[in-house]
């Protein structure tokens, strides 16, 4: 045979490995969570080379189509099992101003925990009575601003109680407060450093304190039980919980409450770090919740109903599984190493520094070509001079080169609000827009001149310079 056709028919080498025989991808506990990454060269038709090539590298890559039907699914999921419900977007999930706006634009009110996120809120055109104000630390300035606006506010510690009961004596207002409560509900560990004890009549208390003064009006109860919970029951006992006291609370005090608050918690579609099964199994839905929810809550409210008063607002604080898989994370492969255990390693340009949630979720991690070689276990690392900075400790990887691009997801909770300015500069965040195939930037990646715009030399330090002279 001709030596140039046989040279044709050469198949790229691959160096010989070892791979163990998999039966089966089930056992007792159900599928088994896959971790062999399937490639995916585009984001919603959108070429994932030409937006690195674009943004640059690393980059976070922001859906609107996804981030608006999430707040759709939650609301439809809720308002068809409830009559009045309303969702208060959480700021601290992730406060990116775009993001904000877009859930505002969908009749999301802002949820907020501190001065920055209400003047924030404000600044992107949500009103004072659209905003729940909760958190342990409201300074006196911020408690003004939100009084005279109308806000919501969720009192979170009797000092706070006391503070609000003399501004808003000074102003001559009447506020119109919440208070916040923690309780056992048997299927969360409790959160009982935010807010005022059920259990141990200190709730009751701050409401009979409330009741006594003339410049403050009891309308509301808040409780927020956890994060990430995975079994509705814990919803079902919560607004059983809430049911009751505000039925105690309007006999005894002569009152009629306007809204109950369940906060936030709804898990997201991410594997959270030491649940075998895949999200796909174990992350309630929000239909599942709603329906563990709204029933319950009516039913709990009969009495209360009966007596001809109208259901209360149903508030719901949701953020991480409204905006964690509307968001991505591009990141290039900066080096491959060996480790002296056998196992493979790669150095990423994103590492905990933009994925703090790397440190509790198991994200999952893409390929953005065709799979190439055989898989192997790898850590991935990121860029950081720390041996902390892990984003997995452990995925199924072909070889790749320097210059390969991963996609990681979902990272929309959280990543934008808590990463570290530290060592590397943090990137653009992007949006896809959903009526057309523009991408805008959302975030401006930081530069030397953003990152030093608060420093100040003062007047007597040596130019740099002169210190290698």
Not at 95 to 109: F, K, N, R, V
Not at 119 to 148: C, D, M, T, W, Y
Not at 446 to 456: A, I, R
Request: contains cysteine; hydrophobic residues 40%.
């Amino acid at each position: 045979m001709n030596t140039r056709i046989l040279k044709a028919q050469r198949r790229p080498w691959e160096a010989p490995t070892l791979r163990p025989v998999q039966l089966t991808g089930l056992n007792k506990f159900g599928k088994r969570s896959q971790h062999n990454p399937e490639d995916q060269e585009r984001l919603e038709g959108r070429c994932i080379e030409h937006l690195l090539e674009q943004f640059g590298s690393p980059l976070f890559v922001t859906s609107e189509q996804r981030l608006r039907a999430n707040q759709q699914s939650l609301m439809h999921a809720f308002s068809s099992r409830y009559p009045n419900v309303i969702h208060g977007w959480s700021y601290k999930t992730n406060y990116t101003s775009a993001i904000c706006a877009i859930l505002h634009q969908e009749g999301s009110w802002a949820e907020v925990v501190s001065a920055f996120e209400y003047e924030k809120a404000r600044s992107l055109g949500v009103p004072g009575n659209r905003i729940l104000f909760n958190g342990p630390h409201k300074n006196s300035s911020i408690l003004q601003r939100a009084i005279r606006e109308g806000a919501r506010i969720h009192i979170d510690h009797f000092d706070e109680l006391e503070q609000i009961e003399e501004i808003a004596a000074q102003l001559g207002i009447i506020a119109r407060v919440a208070i916040r409560l923690n309780f056992d509900t048997g299927y969360t560990e409790p959160w009982s450093r935010f807010g005022f004890n059920l259990e141990n009549q200190e709730a009751l208390d701050a409401a009979m304190r409330i009741k006594r003064c003339p410049h403050l009006h009891l309308c509301g109860l808040h409780s927020h039980i956890g994060t990430f919970i995975l079994d509705v029951r814990a919803y079902q006992a919560q607004v059983r919980i809430l049911a009751q006291f505000m039925i105690e609370l309007e006999q005894s005090l002569n009152i009629e409450l306007d809204y109950l608050d369940i906060g936030g918690g709804f898990a997201s579609r991410n594997a959270l770090q030491g649940i075998y099964l895949p999200p796909e199994q174990v992350v309630p839905s929000f239909d599942q919740y709603a329906e563990a929810i709204c029933p319950t809550l009516i039913e709990a409210l009969a009495t209360r109903s009966a007596q001809g008063k109208p259901l209360p607002q149903l508030v719901l604080e949701s953020g991480r599984a409204i905006v964690d898989d509307a968001q991505s994370l591009l990141t290039r492969v900066v080096a491959g190493k060996n480790l002296p255990d056998g196992r493979r390693a790669l150095i990423l340009d994103a590492g905990v520094n933009l994925l703090f949630t790397g440190f509790w979720y198991n994200h999952k991690v893409q390929l953005t070509r065709p799979n190439m070689g055989y898989p192997e276990e790898t850590i991935l690392y990121g860029p950081l001079c720390m041996n902390i900075d892990v984003v997995r400790q452990s995925v199924s990887l072909p070889p790749l080169k320097s210059g390969e691009s991963l996609l990681i997801s979902p990272v929309g909770a959280y990543n934008n609000t808590q990463w570290l300015q530290f060592i590397e500069y943090r990137p653009a965040v992007v949006l896809l827009h959903a009526d057309s195939d523009a991408v805008s930037v959302i975030r401006n990646a930081e530069n030397l001149q953003s990152m030093s715009q608060h420093d100040l030399l003062p007047e007597g330090l040596l130019d740099a310079g002169s210190l290698c002279a």
